[in-house]
């Protein structure tokens, strides 16, 4: 199993949470990951990204030109990753935002409404969590109950209160994606 991820979108969306999510729950659960960001200026209001190469075996490398799944939370980020995402591979972008749809017939193409859901959770900042559950839901690739475990394991004594809001988010978006065929 090799899962080569893009997670996409404007600074301050969540993206780099979203995509660390992933790295550390795969690596708790025993898998091999690369967790690479890409941002700087851009990180409020501008397009940021991060790679996620989770794997069963040893990642050669971060650097990819072609992923075998993408997650887009804003247009300019679903017009550049959309053409590099591989063959028979996975798309997911968030609907209640972009406008302009995805084009291509050779991959599988997940809509979420991400936005538009987490706000009636009440808290729109929950839209990256929805977006991870439908990216578990796609592809097996980590467990919900491992991210929320994750979740205990990094989030300051605190913030464990929005843990039980994160795990709804994360349910949420594995039901959407769990209806689209």
């Known amino acids: 199993m090799l899962h080569e991820v893009m997670f996409a979108g404007f600074g301050g969306q969540g993206v780099l949470t979203i995509a660390k999510n992933l790295a550390y729950t795969a690596m708790l659960e025993g898998k091999e990951i690369c967790w690479m960001p890409t941002y700087g200026p851009e990180m409020r209001g501008g397009t940021c990204g991060c790679t996620v190469s989770v794997s069963d075996n040893p990642v050669s490398s971060p650097i990819l030109e072609k992923y075998t799944a993408a997650v887009v939370l804003n247009q300019p980020s679903l017009d550049k990753y959309e053409p590099k995402v591989k063959p028979?591979?996975?798309l997911i972008w968030e609907s209640s935002n972009i406008i302009n749809k995805?084009?291509?017939?050779?991959?599988?193409?997940?809509?979420?409404?991400?936005y538009e859901e987490s706000t009636k959770?009440?808290?729109?900042?929950?839209?990256?969590?929805?977006?991870l559950g439908a990216f578990i839901q796609k592809t097996g690739a980590i467990s919900i109950e491992g991210v929320l475990d994750a979740l205990r394991k990094t989030l300051p004594e605190r913030r464990h209160n929005l843990i039980p809001l994160n795990e709804q988010a994360l349910k949420r978006g594995y039901e959407i994606a769990e209806e689209i065929a």
């Open 88 to 90: 028979g591979g996975l």
């Open 102 to 114: 995805p084009k291509r017939d050779d991959i599988k193409v997940v809509a979420i409404p991400a």
């Open 121 to 131: 959770l009440g808290n729109p900042l929950m839209m990256g969590m929805i977006m």
